[in-house]
């Protein structure tokens, strides 16, 4: 049979929320914790967007970041740098990029967008020189130094190899070393030998920067942790992720950041069950008396942790209740003891309420940190991001 013999079903109507879930942001808490942060760190602000916006929404979130003071928006692929710059009202806005193979199709293209490069290599170097080339304006980059994260950027002993080429290509002007960086490993771990020995690194990393001619408008190093923590990591620039979201990653330093994101569903069904009935997959948990179980519809495919089994907890019918055995890939059930929870009610996983369990809470149960349970939050829950965009100071 012909492809085109295929009939197309129309897809109905099946509301705002699917009937199933919700994720909903208050983005006034999103500009709230930028200027939070902005007065902490007494510099300029690159708010990371990245994966959208650690599941929040990129493009509502870089807008909020903007409107509420963040100098620039920092991304990681340039699938993302293209989709910001390409909109009316963050066109003048910095935005940079560092995650490229040399040979990625659109280098050129993204060059003349004027996108901001980050640069961790010579092949990385010598191929954004030459898209500059093509695309007839220089690339604005930024050298990335190896500090001991032992990731992305230039390892110490090609340092000086990689900034005196850099000086090359400026003086050519096919580039224009806008900035020297680096990554913290163990910014959020007060205290750890790496911190001590990162600065020093990235210290004799500027020196080699310099001593090749260049003379990079931004210094930047730190994190949401290093911001909060340690003046000394805060250079030209800041690059704070986790914290603009509301989640702090050195709660020893008391910070007021508010939780940005809500998700929640809603109970599908519940059974009235008997004591030593088995529960979910592999009977992990045998009810210990008579009890009703609600049944949540939402699992490990919505990011649910699977590995928060039988330690989670979420919000239904005024308190706190315990999530029953195993997390499924579409649903988790709820131990409601003798309360009588109907269907329809709601039940909140990540909230801002006293309460609520937050993605800190998750992250415990699952044994992660909150950034992998926000990004993980997947595409079958909507997004209800069409409330605008709150007006620095509102």
Known sequence: MAIDNYRVLAEPEFGTMSGLAKASADWRRLAHNIETLGAIAGVPMMAMVKADAYGHGMVPAGRVSVEAGAASLGVVTLREAWQLKRLPDLADTTVMAFFFAP?????????????????????????VAAAADKAGRPARIHLKGDTGMSRGGVVEPEWAFVAEAAAKHQAAGSVVVVGAWSHMACADEIGHPANIEQKAAFERFLGTVAASGLEPEVRHLANSAALISDPETRYDMVRPGIALYGYNPVPQFAVDLRPVIEVRSVVMSVKRLPAGTGISYGHT?????????????????????????????????????????RICMDQFMVDCGDDAVRPGEPVVLIGAGEQHPDADDWSAWAGTIPNDVLTAIGSRVPRLWNRGVVPRGA
């Open 285 to 325: 948990v045998h009810l210990e008396r008579d009890a009703n179980v609600a049944l949540v519809p939402l699992g490990y495919a919505d990011g649910v942790p699977r590995a928060a089994s039988g330690k989670a907890e979420v919000y239904l019918a005024g308190k706190r209740r315990r999530v029953l055995g």
């Open 103 to 127: 040979d990625q199709p659109g280098l050129a293209e993204v060059v003349g967008a004027g996108i901001e490069l980050g640069v961790s290599s010579m092949a990385q170097l010598d191929a």
